[in-house]
Nanobody, 121 residues
Framework: EVQLQASGGGLVQAGGNLRLSCAASGFTFDDYAIGWFRQAPGKEREGVSCISNSRGKTLYADSVKGRFTISSDNAKNTVTLQMNSLKPEDTAVYYC??????????????WGKGTQVTVSS
């Protein structure tokens, strides 16, 4: 069974840091690009960051560049999203997803359950 689970969310004050993890199983992990997405109440889901299947390229939304870092530990089938200097507008449910096509926001094959990130002002 394919499983893709985001974890590590929580409540943090503005300017603080959180580290999210995406644990994968049931598919060949390093054949898939892994992306992070978020959705705030009343807003469309948006892509946040992505790491390619080769793990050689990373992408970031303009709103998080310089603050968030995506990385992979293929031996553990895990992708992390280090989030620094968090802002209230980062508040959302964060999801990880996998795609065989690479880092295309609308082409993800597998989706996991999200983890809530709340940033207080």
């Amino acid at each position: 069974e394919v499983q893709l689970q985001a974890s590590g969310g929580g409540l943090v004050q503005a300017g603080g840091n959180l580290r999210l993890s995406c644990a994968a199983s049931g598919f060949t992990f390093d054949d898939y690009a892994i992306g992070w997405f978020r959705q705030a109440p009343g807003k469309e889901r948006e892509g946040v960051s992505c790491i390619s299947n080769s793990r050689g390229k990373t992408l970031y939304a303009d709103s998080v560049k310089g603050r968030f870092t995506i990385s992979s530990d293929n031996a553990k089938n895990t992708v992390t999203l280090q989030m620094n200097s968090l802002k209230p507008e980062d508040t959302a449910v964060y999801y990880c997803a996998a795609s065989v096509y690479g880092c295309y926001w609308n082409g993800m094959h597998y989706w996991g359950k999200g983890t809530q990130v709340t940033v207080s002002s």
